[in-house]
C-alpha cells in the first residue's frame, strides 16, 4: 500500500508518493512542497463533519495561493474567498466562477468593487454602512444588483 503524507521510506522522506530529494533535483532548493492527499483529507473531515447541514466552504487564498493548491480545493468542492482584486484573478486563473467566489476584506477599493460586480461574484462581504453604499452605487450605473453580506459581531458597539 502507497502511503500518503509526509513520511520516510527506506531512510528518504517522501510527499505521497514522491521522494522529496527528486523533486528537490528538478526544481531546487529553497522550496515549498505539499501533500495533496492530507489538504484532500482534511477538506474532506470538515465536509463529513457538517454533513447533517452540508456546508459552503471557501477557501481563503490569502492562506496560500498557489494555483495548484486552489484548483484541487476547487476540484474538491470548495468556494474561493478573495481578499482583494488581485486573489480574484488568481480564483480565476484557479478555475472558479464567479458564482464561486466571495470577495471579503477591509479597504475594498472602488476599483476591485466595480471589478467583483462586473463578475457577478457569489457576495460581497461589506465591513461598513459606508461600503454598502458605494457597491450600491457602483451597481446602481450597471444597472445590476450586487449581492452583500454582512458581518455582525455581537457584543461588540461599533457605535
Not at 110 to 122: C, F, K, P, R, Y
Request: aromatic share 6%; proline share 4%.
Amino acid at each position: 500500500m502507497t502511503q500518503t503524507g509526509f513520511h520516510r521510506q527506506g531512510g528518504a522522506l517522501w510527499c505521497d508518493a514522491v521522494p522529496l530529494s527528486d523533486i528537490a533535483a528538478a526544481e531546487g532548493t529553497p522550496l515549498y512542497v505539499y501533500s495533496a492527499s492530507i489538504i484532500t483529507e482534511r477538506y474532506r473531515a470538515i465536509v463529513d463533519a457538517f454533513s447533517s447541514y452540508p456546508p459552503s466552504l471557501h477557501y481563503a487564498l490569502k492562506a496560500n495561493s498557489t494555483l495548484a493548491i486552489a484548483r484541487l480545493l476547487r476540484s474538491l468542492g470548495a468556494g474561493a474567498d478573495a481578499n482583494s482584486g488581485g486573489e480574484i484573478d488568481v480564483a480565476l486563473r484557479a478555475g472558479f466562477i464567479p458564482a464561486q467566489i466571495v470577495f471579503t476584506g477591509v479597504g475594498k477599493s472602488s476599483g476591485e468593487l466595480a471589478q467583483a460586480i462586473d463578475l457577478g461574484v457569489m457576495t460581497i462581504n461589506a465591513e461598513s454602512t459606508g461600503e454598502i453604499e458605494r457597491i450600491d452605487q457602483l451597481a446602481s450605473a450597471r444597472e445590476v444588483h450586487a449581492r452583500v453580506a454582512l458581518r455582525v459581531n455581537p457584543d461588540i458597539d461599533a457605535k
